[in-house]
């Protein structure tokens, strides 16, 4: 993501955090961590708190608006990485809930 600097101490604890849930090939994860920490960075620059710090409303908030991603997949990969990062975090499962909806993107082509 251009223009946005994580602080480096959020970014060794998302990778904590993360790191610790998730699975797979290295590449994947490697990935995942990344998209948290644009998440984080994101948030940051909206609205100057940490991870630490966030309330739903930040959260929503990326979720409607703020996702850097241009393609439906990359979106649906940014939701599922937030619910994760929640997760990690120990943020209540009903803030999944008030999340606009996450379904993959449909893989039929149109004829």
Known sequence: MSGARLDPRVEMRIKSLLGRRVSGAVARANEEIERACVIAAVIDRRWQVPPTKWRLKHVQWFAAHGIPAESAWQRYRYRLTLQRLLDAM??????????????????????
């Open 90 to 111: 120990g943020k209540p499962r009903g803030w999944r809930d008030r999340l606009p909806a996450n379904t993959p993107p449909s893989t039929r082509r149109a004829h």
